[in-house]
């Protein structure tokens, strides 16, 4: 199990999430669905934050990976169809 830091945890206590599945369908889930996602390694978390967004920021989840919004073609197909993703921009 991946440790996160309890400061991490506040992140998921403000913002919803948004889940990307196949087929671009997206649905808001809780934070208890994607701590039990992540305890289990059924999830790849990433970080859409730019700029000072991503850098001044103190809360950041140490196991995501960033990525570029604007720049999705990009970086789309690194991720198998059937892989969850959790991508989040706070």
């Known amino acids: 199990m ?4 309890t400061a991490l945890l506040a ?3 403000i ?3 948004s889940v990307v599945t196949a087929g671009d369908a997206v649905s808001i ?3 208890e669905t994607v701590k039990t996602w992540m305890d ?3 999830v790849t978390i990433l970080d859409a934050r730019q700029g000072r967004d991503w850098t001044a920021s103190e809360f950041k989840i140490i196991t995501a990976q960033r990525v570029d919004p604007s ?3 990009a970086w789309k197909d690194d991720y ?3 892989t969850r993703l959790v991508i989040y921009c706070a």
């Open 15 to 17: 913002w919803p999430l």
């Open 2 to 5: 991946k440790k996160i830091v």
């Open 40 to 42: 289990t390694g059924t």
């Open 29 to 31: 889930v809780s934070k």
């Open 80 to 82: 198998p169809a059937n």
């Open 11 to 13: 992140v998921f206590l």
């Open 71 to 73: 720049n999705y073609t």
